[in-house]
């Protein structure tokens, strides 16, 4: 009942509302007198030209422009196709100004992006990607940049917080267009103590060229970090408190000081307090059910900063200067009870309870170096450095009470210790080199890249509460990758058709060394070998209105360190993961054809398939126990239709809804494994609403239809409501929002999952229903003044993903 609430409340119309004070409004027609939509309309201030007020035409080419007081204004109109239009100066006016019919001049050039509004919609859909815009969502304010990857458009995130986009796994996370490197548990933790509030955007790339890394066989994420461009010295505070069942408090401050010779930046953040968490699976196996439920508190602080500098040298040159770093203080307190009961019997025969408890503690650091140069014959040249050390410490104490069916005798207990250090190091570099080429242009580059981890699992017995080092159990998985990487890429301009055409290697070379007092045949696993990855793509616009696009790629998804040691990681007395060190890559042949619509509304059909399918197994070892482990047992393909539309029912209500239907499928010569089929419809819908006194309020949400994750969870649907409230004081320099999250508690998720005899059916969810209330506050120069056009660094251009 609660999802059919949930769906219909996302797709709800709203009542109409009061106007402000003073309204100036018009209609767009292009020279034959069709309505030209999705314009944007901007009203400018006459003294320093900065923006008073921002709107776009409706589907028939009307806008309104609604502001509170009186003033010299003047007005400019910018369309893709046309050319700008600009009235300078409105005409003074009381109560409403009507502009009546504003006929734009055609353009002859033609444009290859466009973003819909100067005022930034939720959703900004381009030629290469989809950008999903974290500020302009008040639901967002309060949560952390893995809780932000559920509102996106076209992903999903599974029982295991795997990412899933338009049904293909195996994304790539960028941070500021730079590759993260980090993966597993890690990059999990990294995305965790990233803040909404330092987060400007997230882009959404299926289909990268050769340009990119080809690691992702889903495409890249990159998550764009706010950035002030502002001249002077300025900056922003933000402060947020969050209740689910627990409290918990965030804080961010930005620092920026920019100017014609330097661009300096400073951002710190940090979470404190407690979260919720439960998984429950009931398994069964070999005659026996487990009914094992679990409940977690999860507390502790975590510290996020990033410094960077661009220093502009002469008109052509820009070097830049970046270091960061995050700092986390973990624990987790957890409670799990397991009912052990026969087929057949009503009552159990034992009950195992576990009272665990987790300390970690992270370190990590990075930092770049980078050059950029462009000529004024279009030739460009970058470099970049990359350096980062993660280190964390964990230590996880799992005691095991074995008591008679009614708990009130204990039998016997089992209790143990782990200390699971590890160390990761990256390096990597890279120039890229571009120059014009006919009407297009030609890139080329190289890169080198290399990661070292190291793991330490020491395990303890503990007898009567003293720790005896088990050196059987215990073990030092050490891994090192290094890939060797370099492209060509061409794109060229024929009328109405844009082509590109690009080719990537990669050599991989990778050792891990297993070191423990136990003989296996996996204690060093060699890798070396080299892969080539084509990409193309070619656009024809019909006109403005109009316009298609046809791309493929050949994509790759290598194992990390996590999943290839070949130890065993003891989840519970009964259960355990176990790495596969003979798990291969996974690779996927990808294509997409698309469809836009004035430069807004897009409808995309892409089909994809996997190799050697990244597959979650859960599989038996005796007639009590199971193993997790991931293994290339499966190929999968997925056909994906997405629609993404913006539209304005009235000027004071704006709608974003985008649309994913997707069939996966997987197959197997391998007897124990299942073979699915399941078609899954996700969707994402925003409602905007401007009320009077300049009030926002939101109703935005996301749904997924029964799915499958992992090749072998067969899950329910699932799905969130959230609300927001946004009032700006202080000349809008303070902003206050007032966000809930999962209002309907509905993004629980609930699976079923069978590999040979073994089958598990679970639940788990999280504190996901909260209310959260930020403040923020912008101070220093209101004014964003032109600068001379000039190159940007990487830290200014960070929406250039390289």
Do not use: C
């Not at 590759?179 to 990233?194: F, P, V």
Request: zero cysteines; aromatic letters at 12%; hydrophobic letters at 35%.
């Amino acid at each position: 009942m609660k999802k059919i609430i949930l769906s219909t409340l996302l797709g709800l119309m709203g009542t109409a509302l009061l106007a402000q004070n003073m309204l100036i409004q018009g209609k767009l027609n292009d020279s034959k007198g069709a309505p030209v939509a999705f314009a944007s309309v901007l009203l400018m201030d006459q003294a320093d030209s900065s923006l008073v007020k921002g709107a776009y035409s409706d589907q028939n080419g009307k806008f309104y422009l609604r502001i509170n007081k009186e003033g010299d204004y003047f007005m400019e109109v910018n369309a893709i196709g046309f050319e700008k239009y600009v009235i300078n100066p409105i005409p003074d006016f009381k109560g409403k100004l009507d502009l009546e019919t504003v006929r734009l001049k055609n353009q002859d050039q033609q444009l290859q992006e466009v973003k819909i509004s100067a005022i930034k919609p939720i959703i900004e859909i381009k030629s290469d990607k989809t950008v999903f815009n974290v500020q302009s969502s008040l639901a967002a304010s309060g949560t952390s940049g893995f809780e932000l990857l559920r509102k996106a458009p076209g992903v999903i995130i599974d029982n295991n917080n795997n990412l899933i986009v338009e049904g293909k796994s195996g994304v790539q996370i960028f941070i500021d267009g730079k590759q993260t490197l980090l993966s597993g548990d890690d990059l999990l933790a990294y995305l965790q103590s990233l803040q909404a509030s330092n987060i400007e955007a997230i882009e959404i790339i299926t289909q990268p060229s050769s340009r990119y890394d080809a690691a992702g066989t889903a495409g890249i994420i990159n998550i764009k970090l706010k950035r002030d461009l502002r001249f002077g010295i300025n900056g922003s505070l933000n402060s947020t408190i969050s209740y689910g069942r627990n409290f918990r408090n965030n804080h961010s401050i930005s620092l920026n000081q920019r100017n014609r010779k330097f661009a300096t930046y400073l951002n710190y953040s940090n979470k404190f307090g407690q979260a919720w968490d439960f998984m429950n699976l009931y398994r069964e196996q070999a005659g026996i059910n487990f009914y094992s439920e679990s409940e977690n508190i999860r507390g502790g602080n975590t510290h996020n900063f990033k410094a960077g500098t661009d220093i502009f040298i002469g008109e052509r040159g820009t070097l830049g200067l970046i270091v960061g770093g995050d700092m986390n203080d973990k624990w987790i307190e957890g409670r799990t009870e397991t009912p052990i009961i026969p087929f057949g019997d009503a009552v159990p025969t034992q009950v195992l309870i576990a009272n665990n408890r987790t300390n970690s503690q992270s370190r990590n650091f990075f930092s770049n170096i980078n050059y950029r140069y462009e000529d004024t014959l279009g030739r460009k040249w970058s470099i970049d450095l990359d350096q980062g050390n993660y280190n964390r410490d964990r230590s996880n104490y799992q005691p095991n009470s074995y008591f008679d069916g009614s708990t009130n005798d204990l039998l016997f207990e089992r209790n143990f210790q782990m200390y699971t250090p590890n160390e990761v190091s990256i390096l990597s570099a890279k120039t890229d080199f571009e120059f014009k080429l006919g009407k297009g242009s030609l890139a080329t580059g190289v890169k080198v890249s290399q990661v070292s981890t190291d793991n330490t699992f020491d395990f303890y017995d503990v007898v009567f509460g003293e720790e005896l080092f088990n050196a059987g159990r215990s073990n030092n998985f050490s891994y090192t990758e290094q890939i060797n990487a370099g492209y060509v890429n061409l794109s060229q301009k024929f009328s109405k058709v844009d082509f590109q055409l690009g080719l990537r290697l990669e050599q991989t070379l990778s050792e891990g060394i297993l070191l423990s007092t136990q003989q296996s045949a996996n204690q060093q696993v060699n890798r070396s070998y080299v892969n080539f990855f084509p990409s193309g793509g070619v656009t024809y616009k019909a006109g403005w209105k109009n316009q298609f696009a046809l791309n493929y790629s050949r994509r790759i998804n290598r194992p990390n360190y996590q999943s290839l040691n070949p130890f065993e990681y003891q989840v519970d007395e009964l259960s355990f993961s176990k790495g596969n060190p003979f798990l291969q890559p996974q690779y996927s042949d990808n294509i997409r054809l698309a469809y836009t619509y004035r430069y807004a509304a897009t409808a995309a059909i892409s089909y994809s398939y996997t190799h050697d399918f990244f597959a979650q197994i859960t599989d038996v070892v005796d007639e009590r126990r199971n193993v997790m482990q991931v293994q290339n047992i499966a190929d999968k393909e997925v056909i994906n239709l997405n629609l993404s539309i913006p539209y304005d029912i009235k000027n004071w209500w704006s709608v974003y809804v985008s649309l994913n239907a997707f069939h996966a499928s997987y197959s197997s010569e391998n007897v124990k494994f299942d073979p699915i089929e399941r078609a899954t419809l996700s969707f994402y819908a925003q409602n905007t609403f401007s009320l009077p006194k300049g009030i926002k309020f939101e109703v935005s949400g996301w749904f997924s239809s029964p799915s499958v994750w992992g090749g072998t969870y067969r899950t329910k649907s699932l799905g969130s409501l959230d609300l927001g409230l946004q009032k700006k004081f202080l000349d809008e320099r303070l902003t206050a929002r007032l966000s809930m999250g999962d209002v309907l508690f509905t993004s629980p998720w609930r699976g079923v999952t069978q590999f040979g005899d073994l089958r598990i059916t679970g639940t788990g969810g999280w504190e996901s229903r909260t209310v959260r209330f930020s403040l923020a506050y912008d101070f220093g120069n209101r004014k964003l003044k032109a600068a001379k056009k000039r190159k940007l660094g990487s830290n200014e251009e960070s929406s250039r993903v390289k």
